[in-house]
């Protein structure tokens, strides 16, 4: 089993800036890339940003010069630095991993965590 313990969300003012952490632990293995995605009420969950063990990064276009992210592969976290932050990014922000395992066939797992609320409001 997998956990991912997320921290750092909250209520923030438009123009201010939030850091949030994710910290996997348990049976970790094959870890093909951490990243974050958020969902908003009424709307599906999105892709914000990911990075590779390789360190090869991807971003939805709108968090593109806002946010950036990075990943300690020694202690298996990632950290989603957001700045910039107006209302639209109000959301339930969810750490991902997915683990990728290459054989005759290719087997990918994705863990989710529970969920940190980031709140831009004035």
């Known amino acids: 089993q997998v956990q991912l313990v997320e921290s750092g969300g909250g209520l923030v003012q438009p123009g201010g800036s939030l850091r949030l952490s994710c910290a996997a632990s348990g049976n970790i293995f094959s870890i093909y890339s951490m990243g974050w995605y958020r969902q908003a009420p009424g709307k599906q969950r999105d892709l914000v940003a990911l990075?590779?063990?390789?360190?090869?990064?991807t971003y939805v276009d709108s968090v593109k010069g806002r946010f950036t992210i990075s990943r300690d592969n020694a202690k298996n976290t990632v950290t989603l630095q957001m700045n910039s932050l107006g209302p639209v990014d109000t959301a339930v922000y969810y750490c991902?991993?997915?683990?990728?395992?290459?054989?005759?066939?290719?087997?990918?797992?994705?863990?989710w965590g529970q969920g940190t609320q980031v709140t831009v409001s004035s």
């Open positions: 990075i590779t063990s390789s360190g090869s990064t």
């Open positions: 991902n991993l997915r683990l990728r395992v290459e054989g005759e066939r290719v087997y990918e797992y994705d863990y």
